[in-house]
């Protein structure tokens, strides 16, 4: 009887969607085996409302206010349960810009340095790291590794305006042009979101290791997970560290879930379990009003018990420890300011499905 009429108001939904809707006439939750590492299950398996998940997804792609949203997909117990595509199939394997949640990877990265002796402490001053770079730069040379993890290094580098600049390759040099914003905090003082004080990480760390960082991330990192179908950008010698990972929805979810997993991905421990715990764990306050609070380079929210992936646009992995549970969500990629899926929207989404577990 629940199924019928769960046909019957999927049905009735499908109907009421305008031909204008921005996402396919047809949509499909069950997930398709892709041979990449997930293992696939049911909602109902994973003790999951399959009925209440359904009707959520339905819903949402009714929501014309909601047409930047490309894909949904929900994990539980290391499973992947449901998936869906609103706008193209190919989605599934094509990969897009994850924008800022390159940082996420970028706070795994800083813990396998450290673990490594790559770097010997996030105390460390980034003088250590950047001897060279700094030479013009003295004001910025006790600014620490773990500073730049919290983003309180103290630049005043201007996310929207100096991220444009390096998108369009206009400095000769990226890591002058970040070392050239003036120190406008005392470093530990005041938590400033930006895509620069990430980049020095990174910088820090191919300095460290003596060879590309995207090579050395691959090799203690991405390949253990599975992590392949991506690309990083890179420019002056560096790959960004603050947003220039392009990847799918499902690979995306590997690194929400290596965290889950507290650094083990099969039986391996890739990342040290204290350094996961600490990652995200609170390390300063947002100043901007919202219930998420910033770790190592991770969005924390304590009160929801969730921790965040979180990218330009609505790029978004959402980990739900209590319920071993992830949300992941891609939408279109060159969306921001009013048109962008933005956290109170998507946490809303996670919610819902988080009220489907039991």
């Known amino acids: 009887m629940k199924y019928l009429l769960l046909f019957l108001f999927l049905f009735f939904l499908s109907g009421c ?68 595509y609103f706008k193209d199939e190919n989605d599934r394997t094509r990969p897009q810009p994850i924008w800022s949640c390159t940082k996420q990877i970028m706070g795994l990265l800083t813990g396998i340095a450290i673990q490594e002796d790559v770097l010997s402490s996030i105390e460390d001053p980034i003088s250590l790291y950047l001897e060279q770079e700094l030479q013009n730069h003295p004001d910025k040379r006790a600014v620490t590794i773990n500073n730049l993890l919290s983003m309180q290094g103290g630049l005043g580098f201007d996310e929207s305006k100096d991220v444009s600049t390096l998108l369009q390759r206009k400095p000769d040099n990226v890591i002058d042009f970040i070392l050239d914003r003036a120190l406008i905090f005392s470093p530990g003082q005041t938590f400033n979101y930006n895509s620069g004080e990430p980049h020095l990480i990174a910088a820090s760390i191919q300095n460290a290791v003596g060879r590309s960082l995207d090579e050395w991330a691959d090799d203690v990192l991405f390949s253990k997970i599975g992590f392949n179908n991506y690309t990083w950008l890179s420019y002056d010698g560096y790959p960004y560290g603050g947003f220039g990972i392009s990847t799918t929805p499902r690979e995306l979810a590997k690194v929400a879930q290596l965290v889950l997993n507290q650094g083990y991905w099969q039986g391996e421990q890739v990342v040290d379990s204290a350094w996961i715990q600490d990652m995200v764990s609170p390390q300063a306050l947002t100043g901007d009003g919202s219930d998420f609070m910033f770790g190592h380079l991770w969005w924390v929210n304590p009160d929801f018990s969730a921790y965040l992936m979180a990218g330009s646009g609505g790029q978004y992995a959402c980990v739900l420890p209590n319920e071993q549970l992830l949300v992941v969500i891609t939408a279109e990629h060159d969306t921001d300011g009013d048109f962008e899926i933005d956290f109170e929207v998507f946490m809303d989404i996670v919610q819902k499905i988080r009220d489907t577990a039991s």
Do not use: C
């Open 17 to 84: 969607l305008k031909e204008s809707s921005p996402f396919v006439d047809t949509i499909q939750t069950e997930p398709a085996l892709l041979n990449d590492g997930w293992v696939l299950s049911t909602p109902s398996t994973e003790l999951m409302d399959e009925q209440k998940l359904t009707e959520i997804i339905y819903t949402i792609h009714s929501e014309e206010e909601l047409w930047q949203l490309k894909s949904l997909l929900v994990f539980r117990n290391e499973k992947l349960v449901a998936e869906t």
